[in-house]
C-alpha cells in the first residue's frame, strides 16, 4: 500500500469514526452545553495523545517513536505552524461553528458544513499548487451532491431574516477557518510524526479554548462537565472515537494524501451518519437519504477508481 493510498483510508476512516462519535455526541448533548462538551473531549483527547506519545517507544514502527526532545530540535517555524493551525483550525473555526449551530439551527449548518471539501479544495490550488484530475473533481461534486441530498433546511423558528443571514455567514467563516487551518499545516505534516503533530494542534486549539469557558458566564457549569455523571456514558466514548481515533486519522489522511482528496474524503462523514442513525437511532431511511448514500459512494469509488481497479486486478489474478 502507498502512503496516498494509506492516506485516503485514514481520510475514510477519520469519517467512519467521527460518524460514530456524532451520534454519541447527539446523546450527550442533551444534558451538556455544546461549549463544555467541546472542551471535554479536546482534554480527553489530549490525555489520550499524551498516553500514546508515552507509548510511542515501545511501537517505534508504528507511533515513530520520536521524544519530546527531537521533536523540539525540528523548525521552530514547523511547530508554530501546528499551534497557529490548532488555534484557527480547533478553537476558532469550533467556536464560530457553534454559536452559527445556535442561531440557524441543524439543518442550514449541515448545508454551511458542505462548503468544507470546496473550501479546502481552493486553499489546496492556491496554497499548495495541488492539481486535480477530471475524475477527482466528478467524485467531489457526486459526494457533494449526496451530502446536499441527504439535508433539509427548514429555518428554525423565531429567527429574523437580518439574524439567519449574519448566522449563515458565521457558519461559511468557521468552514472557511477549519479548511484554512488544515491547509497550512499540511506541507509541515508531511514530514512531521503524526502523534506529535495531531497533539501539538489539539493542545494549542484548547488552551485557546479554555480561557473563552473561564470568561463565560456559565463558567461554573461548563467545568462542571469534569465531574463524573450520567453524560459519561456517551461522552467519554464519544471523545475517544471522535477527539483521539477520527481526528488522528484525521490529520494522517492530509499527511499522507493530498489535502483537496482527505478533504473530499472526508466529507463522506454525513453518509456513514445517516446509515448510524437509521440502524442506531432507529431514523427513517427516506428514498431521499438512499440516493444521498448512492451518490456518496459513487463519489467515493470514481476518487479511488485507479486503486479499486487495481485492487480487483490482483484478487482476479
Not at 11 to 36: D, H, I, N, Q
Not at 139 to 159: E, M, N, Q, W
Not at 173 to 201: E, N, Q, Y
Not at 289 to 299: D, N, P, R, S
Amino acid at each position: 500500500m502507498t502512503l496516498s493510498v494509506l492516506g485516503e483510508v485514514y481520510a475514510l476512516l477519520a469519517a467512519f469514526t467521527w460518524a460514530c462519535a456524532m451520534v454519541l455526541f447527539k446523546y450527550s448533548g442533551e444534558r451538556v452545553s455544546p461549549l463544555a462538551l467541546n472542551l471535554f473531549k479536546s482534554v480527553v483527547g489530549i490525555i489520550l495523545l499524551i498516553v500514546t506519545l508515552l507509548a510511542a517507544p515501545l511501537f517505534p514502527g508504528v507511533l515513530g517513536g520520536e521524544s519530546a526532545q527531537q521533536v523540539l530540535t525540528r523548525p521552530a517555524i514547523d511547530i508554530l505552524i501546528l499551534v497557529f493551525s490548532g488555534i484557527v483550525g480547533i478553537a476558532l473555526a469550533d467556536t464560530l461553528f457553534f454559536y452559527s449551530l445556535n442561531i440557524v439551527g441543524v439543518g442550514i449548518v449541515s448545508i454551511i458544513d458542505c462548503l468544507y471539501s470546496p473550501l479546502v479544495i481552493l486553499f489546496s490550488f492556491l496554497m499548495l499548487f495541488e492539481e486535480l484530475t477530471a475524475a477527482h473533481l466528478v467524485g467531489a461534486a457526486l459526494i457533494i451532491a449526496g451530502v446536499f441530498l441527504s439535508r433539509g433546511h427548514k429555518p428554525p423558528r423565531d429567527t429574523t431574516r437580518g439574524r439567519l443571514t449574519a448566522g449563515i455567514l458565521v457558519g461559511a467563516l468557521a468552514m472557511a477557518s477549519m479548511a484554512f487551518g488544515i491547509v497550512i499545516a499540511t506541507p509541515v505534516l508531511k514530514d512531521f510524526p503524526l502523534i506529535w503533530a495531531a497533539t501539538i494542534r489539539l493542545a494549542a486549539g484548547t488552551a485557546a479554548l479554555a480561557p473563552m469557558a473561564l470568561a463565560s458566564p456559565a463558567r461554573k457549569t461548563l467545568w462542571s462537565v469534569f465531574r463524573p455523571s450520567v453524560a459519561w456514558k456517551t461522552s467519554v466514548p464519544g471523545a475517544l472515537l471522535g477527539t483521539y481515533l477520527a481526528y488522528v486519522f484525521w490529520v494522517g489522511g492530509f499527511k499522507y494524501a493530498d489535502a483537496s482528496i482527505a478533504a473530499i474524503l472526508n466529507q463522506t462523514t454525513i453518509i456513514f451518519a445517516i446509515i448510524l442513525a437509521t440502524v442506531v437511532v432507529k431514523e427513517a431511511l427516506t428514498r431521499r437519504k438512499v440516493m444521498a448514500v448512492v451518490l456518496a459512494i459513487a463519489g467515493v469509488l470514481t476518487i479511488l477508481h485507479e486503486h479499486v481497479a487495481a485492487v480487483l486486478q490482483r484478487l482476479g489474478a
